[in-house]
């Protein structure tokens, strides 16, 4: 089984208070844990603006998950996020791993030949 890095940046609603976005964030990183996520990190980046409104807000929390898994998780925690309302917007990336510098600069010698 293929373990890949997935990045999973989550917006909550600004009215929450820090008890309820430290729940939330808890929630996920443990439903992470749970189902066999690796390596799971938590950034938390705070009340930021956001681009356009999203449910009548002007600002979300912004919660950034990194971890490594082989995927079935994405689709178990998409489905939860969708039906908690204090979710305005979620997003799941699967990150495509760097290739190292030598491989980098053959295929740069490559094509200058």
């Known amino acids: ?3 890949n890095s997935y990045e999973l940046m989550v917006i909550l609603r600004p009215d929450l208070n820090e008890e309820r976005v430290s729940q939330e964030v808890t929630k996920y990183q443990e439903f992470l844990t749970n189902n066999a996520a690796e390596d799971v ?15 009548r ?13 082989e995927g079935q998780q994405i689709a178990l925690i998409e489905r939860d996020m969708r039906l908690n309302d204090n979710v305005m917007r979620f997003l799941s990336i699967k990150l495509t791993p760097e290739k190292p510098e030598k491989e980098k600069k053959d295929k740069a010698v490559a094509v200058e030949a």
């Open 1 to 3: 089984m293929l373990v």
């Open 41 to 55: 990190s938590v950034k938390v980046w705070g009340k930021r603006r956001l681009a356009y409104q999203i449910r």
């Open 57 to 69: 807000f002007n600002d979300g929390i912004y919660v950034l998950f990194n971890f490594n898994g």
